[in-house]
């Protein structure tokens, strides 16, 4: 990883652990703050790369005896790692051994929120390395569900509504044979629902629109006897996370939330009661909300969505066609 910093705070903190002024512990903690502060909302992938040498530097300066102030390092140099935008899964395996090495040292003298914060993010990282076959997704909802017990719906309800909402897509992602289909699918909507018991539009905006969008998601393909009525359920869910979502302040987030709730209007019928005089008017709007879906992706670069928004829309033209 090349080191070059652009922060003159990262360079006033490395000048300050030079000096004499501090102790070795306000030298650490200094670095962790420092660091931390990098990560929150970091204008660049370099911002991570510099917290990641903070961490380091941290690391090399404490002692054996300041065994949590080693843990709150790893933890800190593992979030950065894992934050850090790469296609490789070096980064992502280095995150771990950091969390893994911390979580046994906060277990013993760190507060139950920060040995549950710790598991939230080794559950992120396990699922993020599935893909590349170096992590089970049992092992993320494990992870996942022992940060649940601090972080409870009542007491903590945006990471409970994080951690559920991971759960559930955890869940979905697992690959079962078709008689598991139904239980994966089911399981998801019982997560997205016991977060959406604790998290509200008014206190709670941006986690409300994700559950409630992912909800729908999950509900749309969820295999069951009354497809109709879990579409309708679907629409709702979406129409409650539009509420949020809009062109002017989350932009390709309304254009995800707009483009899924037109694959409900595919497949509903005009009237529910009589499905058999089809859906020429539901069909005419998801082929509105289609093209405005499009134009949003292209504007915002997101080509893959556009492809699949093309798509959707030769479907939508073929099927009023034969309507």
Known sequence: MTITFSDANVKAALAAIESDEATLVEKIEM????????????????????????????LELCPPDYPLLRARCLSGMGTALRTIPTEEVDLLLEAKTAYETALPILEEYASPEEVAEAQMNIGVVLQGLVPFREARMQDAIQAYQKAVRVFNGESYPQEFAILQNNIAIAYLSMPLGPDGEGMRQGMAVQSFEAALNWVTLIDHPSEYAMLQNNLANALQYLPSTHPIENNLKALAAYNEALKVRTPQDTPIEYANTISNKANVLFNLPDDVEHPEKGNQNNLMQAKNYYQEAQEMFIQYGQWDRVEVVKQALQDVEKELGSQ
Do not use: N
């Open 31 to 58: 670095l962790i703050e420092m660091a931390a502060g990098l990560q929150k909302k970091p204008k660049s992938p370099q911002q991570l790369e510099d917290a990641v040498f903070l961490y380091r530097r941290g």
